[in-house]
């Protein structure tokens, strides 16, 4: 089973971005984006959904 990290990761990279731009993009910086994509931590259910939104999936 994939792990949220993965996913986003995936998401992410598939929509050409870097982890800087989607920090941006979401109100975060690039750091937190590789912390997420590595299941360091889990973005809080706001960011999620700031994160759902700019890759489309909301």
Known sequence: MEMFGERLKLRRKSRGLTQNQLGEMVGCTGRCISH???????????????????????
């Not at 590595?38 to 809080?44: A, G, L, R, V």
């Open 36 to 58: 997420y994509e590595k299941n360091f931590y889990e973005p809080n259910v706001f960011t999620l959904l700031r994160i759902a939104e700019v890759l489309g999936e909301f």
